[in-house]
């Protein structure tokens, strides 16, 4: 009997890494073709931001989506890393001291990862005088789509 819990745990296991791995690999080309698939940046970044301490894969799995992500969205190189990074190391210690509510701090750290990051990508564009991103609706959509698939997650 416990044998089989160990294969069914193997199994499982298995699963989950080829998930991972064709979401890591397969979900940002689908972004990039398919313009109303949001690209959940913010949702990375939290899975980044609260794994960096206990699960080395996950938040190495969440890098290489964005690099990815930044390769088929022709958006800047490293970006979104650099603003996760800097939340991580200025904002995060603080809010997990002030917030006990694992939900509340998921949203607020959905909520500035995404804004942090749409507003430096703003000011990307403005500094470069290029047209990474359109200020849109759109972006409001990504940012809420966003926000539920963290709460429902």
């Known amino acids: 009997m416990n044998r089989n819990s160990k294969f069914d745990q193997d199994k499982w296991s298995f699963f989950k890494r080829t998930l991972l791995v064709l979401m890591v690999v397969a979900y940002p080309i689908l972004v990039s073709i398919y313009t ?3 690209p959940l940046i913010g949702l990375v970044g939290y899975i ?5 301490d206990k ?3 996950y938040a190495l799995s969440g890098m290489l989506y964005l690099v990815n992500l930044d390769l088929n969205l022709t958006l ?8 996760i990074v800097m939340i991580y190391l200025l904002l995060y210690s603080n809010l997990k001291l002030l917030i006990r509510c ?25 500094m470069f005088n290029t047209s990474t991103v359109i200020g ?18």
């Not at 800047?76 to 603003?83: A, D, G, Q, T, Y």
């Open 36 to 38: 109303m698939l949001p």
């Open 102 to 126: 694992r939900v509340c701090l998921l949203f607020i750290l959905i909520t500035m990862v995404d804004l942090f990051y749409y507003m430096s990508l703003f000011l990307y564009d403005f």
């Open 76 to 83: 800047p190189m490293l970006l979104s890393i650099f603003v």
């Open 136 to 153: 849109d609706m759109l972006l409001v959509y990504y940012i809420v789509v966003d926000i539920f698939i963290g709460v429902l997650l």
């Open 48 to 52: 980044i931001i609260t794994n960096v």
């Open 55 to 57: 699960n080395r894969v």
